[in-house]
C-alpha cells in the first residue's frame, strides 16, 4: 500500500516555474515506477511524465519535452516534478501516481494516486 500527498502548486506567471513534490509512504515506494498526470477543466486525464525505481530511465509527454523534470529520491520517499517555462495550457489539476509498469501513459496503468495540486499559470 502506497499513500501519496502532492505539494507546490500554485499560481505563476507564464514563463516562469514550479516545483511540485509527492512525498509516498510504505516502505516499498523504491519498488514503484512513479509518474505525474494532469487534469484541465473538461479534459481527460492526461500522461506527463514517468520515471522507473532508479531513476535510469524517464519518459516525457511530447508537449511538455525540454521543459519539464521528473526526478526521484528514494531516501526521502519523494518524487519532484520540476516545470520550467510554463504555459497557460500546462494549467491544470496536477497527480502523481505509482505503478508497477514503466512506459505505461494509460491512467488505468497505475495503482496508487495522490489527491493532486493546483497548477495555474496567468498570460
Known amino acids: 500500500q502506497v499513500q501519496l500527498v502532492e505539494s507546490g502548486g500554485g499560481l505563476v506567471q507564464a514563463g516562469g516555474s514550479l516545483r511540485l513534490s509527492c512525498a509516498a509512504s510504505?516502505?516499498?515506494?523504491?519498488?514503484?515506477?512513479m509518474a505525474w498526470f494532469r487534469q484541465a477543466p473538461g479534459k481527460e486525464r492526461g500522461f506527463v511524465t514517468a520515471?522507473?525505481?532508479?531513476?535510469?530511465?524517464?519518459a516525457y509527454a511530447d508537449s511538455v519535452k525540454g521543459r519539464f523534470t521528473i526526478s526521484r529520491d528514494n531516501a526521502k520517499n519523494t518524487v519532484y516534478l520540476q516545470m520550467n517555462s510554463l504555459k497557460p495550457e500546462d494549467t491544470a489539476v496536477y497527480y502523481c501516481?505509482?505503478?508497477?509498469?514503466?512506459?505505461?501513459?494509460?491512467?488505468?496503468?497505475?495503482?496508487?494516486w495522490g489527491q493532486g495540486t493546483q497548477v495555474t499559470v496567468s498570460s
Open positions: 520515471i522507473t525505481w532508479n531513476g535510469a530511465r524517464t
Open positions: 510504505g516502505r516499498t515506494f523504491s519498488s514503484y515506477v
Open positions: 501516481a505509482a505503478g508497477l509498469t514503466f512506459g505505461g501513459t494509460n491512467p488505468n496503468a497505475y495503482n496508487y
